[in-house]
């Protein structure tokens, strides 16, 4: 019954993706090569992501009975009856207390940020995801806590660009993957996720585009700031912006036309259009700012 795989599939590493925000603070403060500071950040994104695999175990605990009446998340362990309940506690104990344990090692500013991470996401679980709006604000605030792991937990200034770049991202990932789940449960939404029956695809898509407008100018901003421009020494990070558009724009046609969305990590790794588009910008900025 608790085949390996199955506790494997429990921690959804699949969405441990989501931790490298932790190294953005790393990548534009041009600390490549400070080694000790390098061990800290990727400390950080570890235990960044066996917290959130604690994290995701408990939400299925809390949600396996509805879970059975999804048409994808009825697969998981939990939902499935493959793992059980006992087990899927110990585990979840076993994955906070080495992640804690790696975040005070860091320093004691980077545990507080995963003990708020914590608590901010077992509120969400156990009352938060109910309440409208501030269901996918909260989402957005566990990306911008991993920004500040990467950069507050180890001793990085944080830019004030990147954070509001990155809340924008966030927020237009949340809204539309709130919009995805719309339309795979279409009658059966309140049931699976209370809060739905609070949002339609028409307001949704209100919020994506704001969202998305966001983005693209805060970014812009960004590449422009005098203090960019002095930090990176380089005028040149505008050239970088046709890679964000054609990602979100790529994102918001298959949201619309593919049926994707529901699952950004698994949604941004699978499309070739946004993979190629992530890597030329990664590739174009850091020759830029190198």
């Known amino acids: 019954m608790n085949h ?6 429990l921690m959804r590493p ?15 403060s041009h600390a490549w090569s400070d ?42 362990p939990l939902a499935a009856g493959i793992v059980g ?15 804690l344990g790696l975040g005070l090692w860091v320093s004691q500013a980077g545990l507080l940020i995963l003990l708020g991470y914590a608590f901010m996401n077992l509120a969400y679980s156990f009352k938060l995801k109910h309440v409208v709006l501030l269901d996918v604000f909260i989402i957005a605030a566990g990306f911008l806590l991993r920004i500040l792991a990467g950069t507050v937990g180890v001793g990085i200034p944080p830019s004030q660009w990147l954070v509001l770049c990155s809340l924008m991202l966030t927020l237009f ?4 993957k709130r919009r995805a789940e719309i339309m795979a449960l279409r009658e059966g939404k309140a049931e699976h996720r209370r809060v739905l029956a609070y949002y339609s695809p028409i307001l949704l898509d209100k919020m994506i585009t704001v969202t998305a407008a966001c983005v693209l100018m805060s970014y812009g901003l960004y590449t422009m700031s005098p ?11 505008i050239y970088t912006l046709p890679f964000v558009m054609y990602a979100i724009f790529r994102y918001i046609f298959l949201l619309h036309h593919r049926g994707k969305g529901g699952e950004p990590s698994r949604d941004l790794m699978r499309d070739p259009h ?10 174009l900025t850091f020759w830029l700012i190198r």
């Open 85 to 99: 309940v006992g087990v899927a506690v110990r585990l979840a104990v076993i994955l906070l207390m080495l992640s």
């Open 173 to 176: 990932l949340g809204f539309a």
């Open 4 to 9: 390996p795989l199955a506790l494997l599939h």
């Open 227 to 237: 203090e960019t421009i002095r930090v990176h020494q380089t005028e040149n990070l």
């Open 274 to 283: 946004i993979l190629i588009s992530v890597v030329g910008w990664m590739a």
């Open 14 to 28: 699949q969405q441990w993706l989501k931790n490298s925000f932790v190294f953005v603070g790393m990548f534009f």
């Open 35 to 76: 080694l000790p500071l390098i061990a800290q950040v990727i400390a950080m994104a570890v235990a960044f992501s066996l917290l959130s695999s604690a994290i995701y175990i408990i939400n299925d605990l809390t949600d396996r009975e509805s879970d059975r009446n999804h048409p994808i998340k009825q697969h998981r």
